[in-house]
């Protein structure tokens, strides 16, 4: 059983950088960020590659959000670059335990984090 610990998050101001971090305890194959917003589903963010190799976006944070990973930390990253109102949400990680035959899909992934609030204001 692998647990997922995160950091980071808080209040940040619109145009403002944030980093969250996600532990895991043990070997993970994809590792990905979810959000939730009240009232929303859980969606996804973004999702690296166990290599580092390949990232995956979301649409709505292209070019805005980055993803990476560190092995030898067994940890991923996500860098919020010129968040938006709209990013206010919970952050979730998530990771597998096999490579999922899609990344972007929320039950491919077996371990979840704990969650964290990333509130943006103007």
């Known amino acids: 059983q692998v647990q997922l610990v995160q950091s980071g998050g808080g209040l940040i101001q619109a145009?403002?950088?944030l980093r969250l971090s996600c532990a895991a305890s043990g070997?993970?194959?994809a590792m990905g960020?979810?959000?939730?917003a009240p009232g929303g589903e859980r969606e996804f963010v973004a999702a690296v590659s166990r290599s580092g190799g390949t990232l995956y976006y979301a649409?709505?944070?292209k070019r805005r959000f980055t993803i990476s990973r560190?092995?030898?930390?067994n940890?991923?990253?996500l860098d919020l670059n010129s968040p938006k109102l709209e990013d206010t949400?919970?952050?979730y990680c998530a990771a597998s335990d096999a490579p999922p035959s899609d990344y972007t899909d929320r039950k491919k992934y077996?371990?979840?984090g704990q969650g964290t609030q990333v509130t943006v204001a103007s």
């Open 15 to 17: 145009g403002d950088s």
């Open 27 to 29: 070997r993970t194959y």
């Open 70 to 73: 560190d092995n030898a930390k």
């Open 110 to 112: 077996t371990y979840w």
């Open 33 to 36: 960020w979810f959000r939730q």
């Open 89 to 91: 949400a919970v952050y």
């Open 75 to 77: 940890t991923v990253y």
């Open 59 to 61: 649409d709505s944070v």
